[in-house]
């Protein structure tokens, strides 16, 4: 996970293929992920119906390999998996959007 921007109304994330911003001026979340052959449409959500962030933990049934991921669940059910390279960037990744969006 790289941190690409943090001010205090602005943090943005970068972990692979994916952008995660948070605006605060603009009141929105958004998502951006790279495709192969074209460039999907950015998925967005406003700040006030996150509900939650958490981390979501799996294991590769194939490898054996922990896989884990922030999760940012918004109040209408749906949710944003914001890849990691193992637990502990998930969790301070967590911690980080926790403290930028004043979550407990």
Same mark, same amino acid.
């Given at each position: ?58 294991? !590769? #049934? &194939?490898?054996?390999? =922990?896989?884990?991921?922030? $999760?940012?669940? @918004?109040? /209408? ?8 390279? !193992? #637990? &502990?960037?998930?969790? =301070?990744?967590?911690?980080? $959007?926790?403290? @930028?969006? /004043?979550?407990?």
């Amino acid at each position: 996970m790289t941190v690409a921007e943090k001010t205090q109304t602005r943090l943005v994330l970068q972990s692979g293929g994916a952008t995660l911003s948070f605006d605060k001026n603009a009141k929105q979340a958004e998502l951006q992920r790279k495709g192969f052959l074209w460039k999907p449409k950015p998925v967005t959500e406003p700040l006030a119906n996150v509900a939650e962030i958490s981390v979501d933990a799996g294991v !590769d #049934r &194939a490898s054996g390999v =922990e896989i884990c991921n922030t $999760m940012i669940v @918004f109040k /209408s059910g749906t949710a944003w998996a914001f890849g990691a390279n !193992d #637990r &502990a960037e998930a969790q =301070e990744n967590a911690k980080l $959007m926790r403290s @930028f969006l /004043s979550l407990q």
